[in-house]
């Protein structure tokens, strides 16, 4: 088969490979294409004189060692591959041995620098699995350049001036694989992750910080059912703790749903029917519905009384946000617990009593400015990133996943 081969007459395409195959101390020998991949063939450059690491004096070369790494598709020729030598250097000067690659590849993953960039690019809005389509390269080479390039250009945790820390735990596996989340409560980046739900998963990241850093915090964001209060007042005793708003509304869910159950059981014929499918119509906020299941929402409350009420004290609950002032936060949340315990409704009264033990943390809320969208989107993030990127048997790359997503 006749080949055709770029070299000597090739002016403008030789000039063209030439151009984006440019490294310092290497130069472009061939091109190739043999109706399946194009390879690009570098060598060393005789005009250029290595420099040893060490003294800067010139350095000779022993060996040459050919390595091929992965390009990027060129038009329609999927198949790129460059193969170039790394040179054995020896320095005259100071005996130092080293190796000069090129710097456009990464000699961790026998690829150039510019697939990893896309690759890790399209990981950002894909699943791994789509660079197979795009670069030709699969689901695990994939996720190991997005890695890579995320571990370089990811900038570190900014640790200074933290004034709120949100501190929260997610189910990373099926099952019981958790991780400790903790984010910055003002710009949502996310400072760090570790494996677990306990105290010393949290205290990992205390760990991290000097006194300086620990004594600007002035408050701390978790869920009252957590492990994490004692770590927190252990590490930070000069901060406030402050119940964060979204496990509180999940568990006031939770109790709404609890009567819609039991009502479920105490209903005969149609009525079971029709409280059965009312979960979503009862958790969803009003404003979300469409008109017909808004009416529908209406006809059940007025046909059940004790939706009715769970209904009017879920939509009672969420006035506490509003409040600015604590002693006026402290005084309306009585009221609250007041009215649900009169309810009648067994699990509203539960909840009551859990509100009330927690109390100072729940009140604590409207003094310090959390920006609790950030919690809310960075959980859909996590979701998203997890379902999306399957990299959960790796959580270093998980965690730089959502770092990325945070920042
Ligand atoms: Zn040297």
């Given at each position: 088969m006749n080949c055709p081969r770029i070299g000597a007459g090739w002016g403008d395409v030789q000039n063209l490979f030439t151009q984006l195959f440019r490294s310092e101390g290497y130069c472009l020998d061939s091109a190739e294409f043999d109706g399946v991949q194009i390879v690009v063939t570098l060598r060393g450059d005789r005009r250029f004189t290595p420099r040893c690491p060490c003294c800067e004096g010139a350095a000779a070369i022993n060996r040459e060692e050919f390595n091929t790494a992965r390009d990027l598709p060129l038009g329609p020729v999927r198949e790129v591959r460059v193969r170039c030598p790394a040179l054995q250097l020896k320095c005259s000067e100071c005996g130092t041995c080293s190796t000069l690659r090129p710097s456009l590849i990464d000699?961790?993953?026998?690829?150039?620098?510019?697939?990893?960039?896309?690759?890790?690019?399209?990981?950002?809005?894909?699943?791994?699995?789509?660079?197979?389509?795009?670069?030709?390269?699969?689901?695990?080479?994939?996720?190991?350049?997005?890695?890579?390039?995320?571990?370089?250009?990811?900038?570190?945790?900014?640790?200074?001036?933290?004034?709120?820390?949100l501190v929260d735990e997610k189910s990373v596996r099926k099952g019981h694989g958790y991780v400790?989340?903790?984010?910055?409560?003002?710009?949502?980046?996310?400072?760090?992750?570790?494996?677990?739900?306990?105290?010393?998963?949290?205290?990992?990241?205390?760990?991290?910080?000097?006194?300086?850093?620990m004594e600007s915090i002035e408050a701390v964001c978790i869920d009252r059912a957590g492990a994490y209060k004692a770590c927190v007042e252990g590490n930070l005793p000069g901060a406030g703790i402050v119940y964060d708003k979204f496990h509180l509304v999940a568990n006031l869910g939770d109790a709404v749903d609890e009567v819609r159950r039991s009502e479920w059981r105490a209903a005969q014929g149609e009525g079971k029917k029709v409280v059965k499918g009312s979960r979503y119509l009862l958790l969803t906020n009003r404003e979300n519905l469409a008109p017909d299941r808004r009416r529908e929402l209406r006809e059940l409350l007025a046909v059940n009384e004790n939706l009715s009420?769970?209904?009017?004290?879920?939509?009672?609950?969420?006035?506490?946000?509003?409040?600015?002032?604590?002693?006026?936060?402290?005084?309306?949340?009585?009221?609250?617990?007041?009215?649900?315990?009169?309810?009648?409704?067994?699990?509203?009264?539960?909840?009551?009593?859990?509100?009330?033990?927690?109390?100072?943390?729940?009140?604590?809320?409207c003094r310090h400015s959390f920006t609790t969208g950030l919690l809310e989107s960075f959980n859909a993030t996590v979701s998203r990133v997890i379902t999306r990127s399957c990299g959960v048997r790796d959580l270093k790359y998980l965690f730089l996943k959502l770092r990325q997503e945070s920042l």
């Open positions: 000699p961790c993953a026998n690829a150039t620098g510019w697939l990893m960039k896309a690759v890790s690019q399209a990981c950002r809005r894909a699943p791994p699995a789509a660079a197979e389509a795009l670069f030709g390269v699969g689901a695990s080479t994939a996720r190991h350049y997005d890695k890579a390039v995320l571990e370089r250009t990811l900038p570190a945790p900014r640790l200074y001036g933290i004034r709120v820390l400790t989340l903790v984010l910055d409560g003002e710009s949502g980046e996310l400072l760090y992750m570790a494996e677990g739900k306990k105290k010393d998963s949290l205290g990992g990241f205390f760990d991290l910080l000097s006194s300086e850093q009420a769970a209904y009017v004290l879920k939509d009672a609950f969420k006035r506490l946000w509003d409040y600015v002032y604590p002693g006026a936060a402290s005084n309306y949340l009585h009221r609250w617990c007041g009215m649900a315990k009169a309810s009648g409704l067994a699990a509203f009264e539960k909840f009551a009593g859990s509100v009330l033990a927690a109390h100072d943390g729940i009140v604590a809320y």
